[in-house]
């Protein structure tokens, strides 16, 4: 197991882990080390590359992989350290801490639900407008990527409007 996860496997010992979540850190573990291989190549790759916009694409690739790799971590950190908080590593939170009744925290998640929706909407009209520029230029694709990550955006702030939520 890779270093990320040293801490997790010092959790299963410290908390006597049964075997369904043992099995599931060592899960996480392998899949985390597949994460860092495949973390490796791409970087390997954007450095190879001759072409800007390969290396700008692989870039962030690169990004995605490395968040992936430190929520795999994070997750067998959780699982193997229970509700203990002793892991030296940062762990994953679990929903038992809620901000019910923070009508403030609401209501400004209602906002940024909104303007998240406004930015999808936005988003899709500049995919039209840059159709024709489909051949010449990574803008339909970095907009396609935004839309993505507004649809992620809007997906946890419904999630933080349900934790918001008077009791």
Sequence with gaps: MESTFESATEGLESTGAGRD??????????????????????????EDASAPETRYLVNLIVDDERRHHGLLAEMANAIAWGLID??????????THKDAGNRALAEET???????????????????????????????????????????????????????ESA
């Design 110 to 164: 209602q906002r940024l639900i909104q303007a998240e929706e406004y930015d999808h909407v936005e988003l899709k009209r500049l995919q039209k407008r840059l159709r024709s520029f489909k051949n010449a230029s990574l803008w339909e694709l970095i907009v396609d990527l935004m839309l993505l990550d507004t649809e992620k955006h809007l997906r946890i702030l419904r999630l933080v409007a349900k934790n918001t």
């Design 86 to 95: 002793e892991s030296a590593d940062p762990v994953l939170p679990d929903m």
């Design 21 to 46: 979540t043992r099995d599931l850190v060592e899960m996480l573990a392998r899949h985390g080390e597949e994460e860092g291989a495949i973390l490796s190549r791409y970087q390997r790759f954007a």
